[in-house]
């Protein structure tokens, strides 16, 4: 009767266990937004397409422009973890021939659903 008990308990704790582990590797990420400006040789380099390049395979939604200031500016909106790999990318790479002096992001905020479809390059 008590190794019955104890198989059962066992397989119970195992159950409980297994699902704990998988709905902490489906639990939908948080939903976020950062605008940003870099500065430093990123325009007529190519860091626009590459920009929306990176966006696209990140799954980033959102949008990047030149300035007048000789900057890029935009805004990037999906997955936490995919906004940080995306400013991360922003942050330290670029375009190929793009020379990133800084990186400023600003207005972080968290969403409850994506206010982009895509990700574009702009006019400004």
Not at 1 to 8: E, G, H, L, S, T
Not at 23 to 50: H, K, T
Not at 101 to 123: I, K, M
């Amino acid at each position: 009767m008590q190794i019955k008990r104890f198989i059962v308990a066992t397989e119970l704790l195992l159950s409980v266990l297994w699902m704990l582990k998988g709905l902490g590797s489906r639990a939908p990420m948080g939903m976020a937004s950062v605008d940003y400006e870099i500065f430093g040789r990123v325009q007529g380099v190519f860091f626009r397409a590459c920009t929306q390049e990176q966006a696209r395979n990140l799954g980033v939604v959102g949008w990047v422009a030149n300035t007048r200031h000789n900057t890029v500016k935009g805004v990037i909106q999906g997955e936490s973890e995919a906004l940080e790999e995306m400013k991360e990318w922003l942050r330290k790479k670029g375009s190929p021939h793009s020379r990133i002096e800084r990186a400023e992001f600003t207005n972080e905020r968290t969403l409850e659903g994506l206010e982009f479809d895509a990700f574009s390059t702009e006019r400004l």
